[in-house]
């Protein structure tokens, strides 16, 4: 077992000495080494081969450096809060410890000094930083493992969400890559609406949130009739009404399976499934909310379902030129949006086309 090391920094040999003997019982414990000055003490810090210094017994006034020198060095150098310090000195001027403490000093003892009070302090303080290390050590262990847990468990919900989504995109005739295209066209609007548009307070998390929680859009779907859902035509206003119940359904389904609705991934996702067709006149659905009664989190993705379905091939329509569907959406041919968000879209503009022209790259069937 190595031996842990202190070092006596006094520039007279007698202070040092005494402080060396105090220690006698404790050789096979602890090694002592010396230094004269401040210099020398730094010299002995910075020794590759006392990588286990436990503690530093500093005079006050020395020749060359002082005490009050070696303390700023190892303060510059986060060394306090690593090592302990003890600073003995002859002066006893209240001054002159509060500059100490200052400095990170763990404790002052004043000379003449008693040999088994200086022990059994000098102990105690090598037993509280290493106490207080080891209960770093721990938590910085516990935080990796809670931390890698949480990736874990991030991943199943990303692996469940996509699952789910992907059973609403086959029971629709979708492509199968809408949601996940709704996640992009989502995250890019939310970095312009951070970027020029902060009075939203959305933050890189939030941000996440609610792209994640953006792939449950259509997930009332599930509960829409085939005969409706898959219907190559356009729907009658019976029909219609039936299809707009699943913003509904999909809350219902949220409530349901959700145990902690407070949550902000659960109050995002309620959100933008109930409130994606919403629009900033009032003349959306299912609440007829009008401006910032909905939810930005829904402004948002509304806009990027509206793009999507508009660029995608559908069972009753063709795909949409990316200019075109860009226009109509600008005009107003897909309800009202927000100015704000609108800004966003038209910064967005080129990211949108380059996504949806990537993806067709990759399309061979």
Not at 30 to 53: H, K, S
Not at 163 to 179: D, K, N, P, Q
Not at 226 to 251: N, Q, S, V, Y
Not at 313 to 325: D, E, G, L, Q, T
Request: overall charge negative; hydrophobic content about 40%.
């Amino acid at each position: 077992m190595n031996k842990q090391h202190i070092l006596i920094v006094d520039d007279e040999e007698v202070n040092r000495k005494i402080l060396v003997e105090m220690f006698r019982d404790d050789w096979e414990q602890y090694e002592l080494i010396e230094a004269a000055n401040g210099q020398e003490a730094i010299a002995q810090i910075e020794n590759e081969d006392n990588r286990e210094l436990v503690l530093v017994m500093l005079d006050l006034v020395m020749p060359v450096m002082d005490g009050f020198q070696v303390l700023e060095y190892m303060k510059e150098r986060g060394l306090s809060e690593k090592i302990p310090v003890i600073m003995i000195t002859s002066e006893d001027v209240l001054d002159s410890e509060f500059q100490a403490y200052s400095l990170g000093v763990a404790d002052v003892m004043h000379k003449p000094f008693y040999p088994h009070i200086v022990k059994r302090r000098s102990k105690n303080i090598i037993e509280l930083y290493q106490n207080k290390h080891e209960m770093e050590r721990r938590l910085k262990a516990q935080e990796k493992a809670i931390r890698a847990q949480e990736k874990e468990i991030r991943k199943s919900s990303e692996y469940m969400l996509e699952a789910l989504s992907s059973i609403v995109e086959f029971r629709s005739a979708e492509t199968g890559e809408h949601t996940r295209r709704i996640k992009y066209f989502t995250r890019i609007m939310l970095k312009y609406l951070m970027q020029y548009f902060p009075k939203y307070g959305i933050t890189e998390t939030q941000m996440d949130e609610i792209c994640r929680a953006s792939a449950l859009h259509d997930i009332g779907k599930i509960g829409i009739p085939d005969a409706i859902l898959l219907k190559p035509g356009r729907l009658t206003e019976e029909e219609f009404e039936i299809m707009k119940t699943h913003t509904t359904i999909g809350c219902d389904i949220l409530e349901q399976s959700y145990k902690d609705k407070s949550s902000e991934f659960y109050q995002y996702s309620y959100n933008i499934v109930r409130h994606h067709h919403e629009r900033w006149d009032g003349r959306g659905y299912p609440d007829h909310l009008v401006g910032d009664e909905i939810p930005i989190c829904a402004q948002v993705v509304a806009v990027a379902d509206v793009y999507d379905a508009l660029v995608s091939p559908r069972v009753y329509k063709s795909a949409f030129a990316n200019n075109i569907a860009y226009d109509m959406i600008m005009n107003g041919e897909c309800g009202q949006f927000s100015p704000d968000v609108l800004e966003c879209f038209a910064l967005a503009k080129v990211d949108f086309f380059n996504i949806v022209e990537v993806i067709k790259m990759f399309e061979f069937s």
